[in-house]
């Protein structure tokens, strides 16, 4: 790929899309955006700038409901705003873990955080079907849970659709944004069948609560502990998602808000958390 020359810092675009490689070089303060299209020559557009990360916020915001609730990402454009109206909301590392009290995928019997984490710890996903990073790095996470299930309850929380077919980037997506929780709980059922996810699945309700608290769409991981409090907080998805060794999305670097959250994989963390002695896990 041909290098573009930048002042400040170079920042790949969060969402792909078929048949072309968008990235953006933020120069002098503006965003100028390259397109490049297969056999074709980039383009030059001017787009909306990316969400701002520079400004550090210590704690996070307690904010489970805002204007973008309960809506379908339409542009690209709205993920952008989305995302960074969300940012501060993500609990830090040392921080509490919001509770909720959620359905099951499977039987819609409500379950709370709490109630896992008093249990043994928490590895939890916020994302949907229709997130291809999620998908791309299913095995990955499936190996981890593998590994790791006996020590950790692991957990998804379906959320919003990151490319639902009738908004934003549909090209990647597997479904249609549904309109009520009786239509996600649906999606998400098929998609807990159908990619054999072996988490338990929780359903976030069609307003979103869930997913904007934890500022976790498109894709995101936390752990918490037995003590309900946040140890693994990945940073905002789809750029600063690490499940583990060898991927990256994007460029890899955390910059401003990006740097508050956990550097490392999810990965790393879990094989620090739980050691090996003589080749098998122990806590």
Not at 145 to 154: I, L, M, N, S, V
Not at 169 to 188: H, N, S
Not at 209 to 235: E, H, L, M, N, Q
């Amino acid at each position: 790929m041909e290098q573009i020359p930048f002042m400040r810092r170079v920042s790949f675009s969060a969402f792909p899309c078929p048949g072309f490689i968008l990235f953006s070089a933020l120069l002098s303060g503006g965003l100028v955006s390259y397109s490049q299209d297969s056999g074709a020559k980039g383009t030059q557009t001017a787009l909306k700038p990316l969400p701002d990360l520079t400004v550090a916020k210590s704690v996070s915001k307690a904010s489970d409901n805002d204007r973008f609730s309960g809506k379908i990402v339409a542009t690209r454009d709205m993920a952008w705003d989305m995302i960074d109206h969300r940012e501060g909301n993500a609990p830090r590392p040392g921080e509490m873990a919001p509770n909720f009290s959620l359905p099951r995928a499977d039987d819609g019997g409500v379950v709370s955080l709490k109630d896992l984490y008093l249990t043994k710890p928490v590895v939890l996903l916020f994302s949907s079907w229709g997130c291809d990073i999620f998908r791309e790095t299913l095995g990955g996470l499936q190996s981890l849970q593998t590994e790791y299930g006996d020590r950790a309850h692991f957990v998804m929380v379906y959320i919003r659709e990151a490319h639902p077919f009738d908004g934003f980037g549909g090209g990647l997506g597997r479904v249609k944004d549904p309109r009520t929780d009786e239509e996600r709980a649906a999606i998400a059922r098929k998609a807990h069948r159908q990619m054999r996810l072996p988490f338990l699945v929780l359903v976030d309700p069609i307003e979103d609560p869930t997913a904007t608290r934890w500022a976790g769409w498109p894709v995101r991981p936390f752990v918490i502990d037995t003590s309900g409090k946040v140890v693994y907080a990945g940073a905002q998805g789809p750029w600063g998602y690490r499940p583990y060794r060898g991927f990256l999305h994007g460029n890899g670097k955390l910059e401003g808000l990006d740097r508050e959250f956990s550097s490392e994989t999810l990965e790393e963390y879990l094989e620090k958390r739980f050691p090996k002695a003589n080749g098998k896990t122990v806590n």
